[in-house]
């Protein structure tokens, strides 16, 4: 099973990548490392599919687990419920020494470790992505955070967790939407870093859907298929952060199709996209833009498009003009010293940050994508 | 003029440490580390006396000055209010480049610290301390956080600033009270870790109040020995931090007389002792439960007593039982692995950490100390 060491200095970690091994996470734990004391924060979704197992396996290993259950949806990841998680840790004695688990995809991974990274100015963390997206972008690189309602991720710290576990198996419980959205992180990687990456997920795209895990045989083809997903995912993002922890310069490529899909997101009050959904368009967007500036061939955004409709992505903006989302490009924190930074596509494998893109350029490429 | 280098890796930064140095603080702005746009974050009595002489020497420099107020006392040390910080810093369309300017106390310093960590995952961060607590103890050393109702900053992160920029001469302006609160940290910093600046402080008490700042020629020596005091101060606590930047081990050493002091301000809501008067009788608690543990001479427990009496600190704890004080010094962050972990005194200059002091001895010692 596929283990990836991040090497950051006094910060590095492993993560672990395995397929059913929930019912093992008990074997992490290490009281050289970390006291008995537990809190697995996770939704109530996620606490009915493998809440029991992982408390079981923790208490067999000696923890003593508590359960904070935080409501399902990115208006959780808040302010607030993060001082409500603070007052339960305050309740249970929690210490320096001890230690947060997230159970559960991105929102609670996000808000989870922003507690873990400020109570008492960092206690223990241990990711438990359930999802594609977390196991493949938000549970990688140490980067926690909680909404301001004008703005995501507003609040946050970068704070690197101990130990990253991912059991492959949990993708497939979940929804079809959602396993398609965070295919879109997948591809991203793919773009900004590895053809050969790219061209696997397109030979691959007929195992990554729900409809793959109702048989036995398929699922067994199909887990396989993921566990590389998801550890060449992890790989490149990892590759990103070893050389830029605090996104001070190359880590920005990982925004990639992340302007523009955050202000989509932004615009429609995160009611109408999931975050893949709008990077998905975001990445077609920013294509455009290159195309527009000659620096990227059509051919290739016709290709991603191709890949992203083949696995049921969105590939157009509706009912948005493009001027309400240009505008929205700054109020996102990827804005140096006021002049838009875009990440900007190459070749399928390759990009590069671009710091002067005519307003007029962008307004184009997102009409180009459906906008009004 | 002294200025101190505290090296830590990529986060290094100075201590400009001068006299009447805030009229020319625009000199710090630097358009290649920091974009124009700047926020002082202050309390209406510090703006009332430094406000304007701070704004128009950052404006004459170039940048453009916002000023954020945020009421005086601790109790304004908030999650609520870093939120109402936030909101503030949203409106004004703050990015990731953008300044915090702390000018004021602890307060001031710990909760717009946190919130230059967290906006946005840290923005750049100037320390202005105007009290001799911030000068000598929280403006150094990357500590921010606010309270939480059950704990004294509880929710906080490990953040370095970019500068810190120290005026002596906001010495002056300061009410005696606050005056010898400060003088609490400049002590601990003798028993820790300099005999010879001990004998300093003890050479030099004369100097060290505010009826030395009411004539001209006395304000000069003073300002003189005040020099020395902060810039001895903030070098012995830059050469613990750049040994355990986040509090891993030695750092502990800085807690001298904080666990007791801490407790008492807990039991009496912050509302009856100033940080520095519970960290005083702190400290004198901390060396009687040596005295006890026969570690420590109670000769110089008395010459700490004297000291700190002649700096008018106060060093008796009234109306307030043994019992309880010692309980609640489990709340306290210091507790490692549900053992109450204690810096205690080997001789004046040096001290140790001791891991399972009985909790009789604790009570013995705190009633030593006036307890009930």
């Given at each position: 099973m596929p283990k990836i060491k991040v090497d950051l200095g006094k910060n590095s970690y492993d993560i672990n990548i395995g397929v059913d091994t929930l019912r093992n996470i008990g074997e992490v734990y290490d009281p050289k490392v970390f006291t008995e004391q537990v809190a697995i924060v996770t939704d109530p979704l996620v606490e009915e599919l493998y809440g029991s197992r992982v408390r079981a396996s923790l208490r067999e290993a000696g923890c003593q687990v508590?359960?904070?259950?935080?409501?399902?949806?990115?208006?959780?990841?808040s302010l607030k419920m993060a001082a409500a998680i603070y007052d339960q840790l305050v309740a249970l004695g929690f210490h320096r020494d001890s230690t947060i688990i997230t159970l559960g995809g991105g929102v609670i991974g996000d808000l989870a470790g922003f507690v873990a990274a400020t109570y008492m100015r960092g206690i223990n963390l241990i990711q438990v992505p359930t999802t594609l997206l977390a196991q493949v972008d938000s549970s990688v690189g140490g980067k926690t955070a909680v909404n301001h309602p004008r703005?995501?991720?507003?609040?946050?710290?970068?704070?690197?967790?101990?130990?990253?576990?991912?059991?492959?198996k949990t993708l497939t419980t979940l929804p079809a939407r959602e396993l398609c959205t965070g295919l879109s992180e997948v591809i991203k990687y793919g773009m900004i870093k590895d053809k050969t990456f790219f061209e696997f997920i397109e030979n691959n795209a007929h195992h990554l859907n729900t409809k793959a895990f109702e048989e036995e045989d398929l699922m067994r083809a199909a887990l396989k298929v993921w566990t590389t997903i998801v550890a060449e995912s992890c790989k490149i993002k990892t590759a990103v952060v070893e050389k830029d922890e605090t996104e001070q310069g190359l880590r920005a490529i990982l925004n990639f199709g992340h302007t523009a899909g955050h202000a989509l997101e932004v615009l429609s009050k995160y009611q109408k996209y999931e975050h893949g959904e709008a990077i998905a368009i975001g990445m077609l967007?920013?294509?455009?833009?290159?195309?527009?500036?000659?620096?990227?061939?059509?051919?290739?955004?016709?290709?991603l498009e191709k890949l992203l409709t083949k696995l049921k992505l969105p590939t157009r903006i509706d009912n948005l003009s493009a001027e309400r989302i240009s505008k929205a490009f700054w109020v996102d924190k990827k804005v140096k010293g006021g002049k838009i930074r875009l990440v900007l596509p190459k070749r399928i494998g390759e990009v590069e940050v671009v710091d002067d893109v005519p307003f007029a350029v962008i307004k184009k490429a997102l009409k180009d994508t459906g906008a009004r």
């Open positions: 508590h359960t904070i259950e935080v409501p399902r949806g990115e208006k959780y990841k703005g995501k991720n507003l609040i946050g710290v970068f704070y690197q967790p101990d130990l990253v576990y991912i059991d492959v967007v920013a294509c455009r833009i290159a195309n527009r500036l000659k620096t990227f061939d059509e051919g290739k955004t016709a290709r």
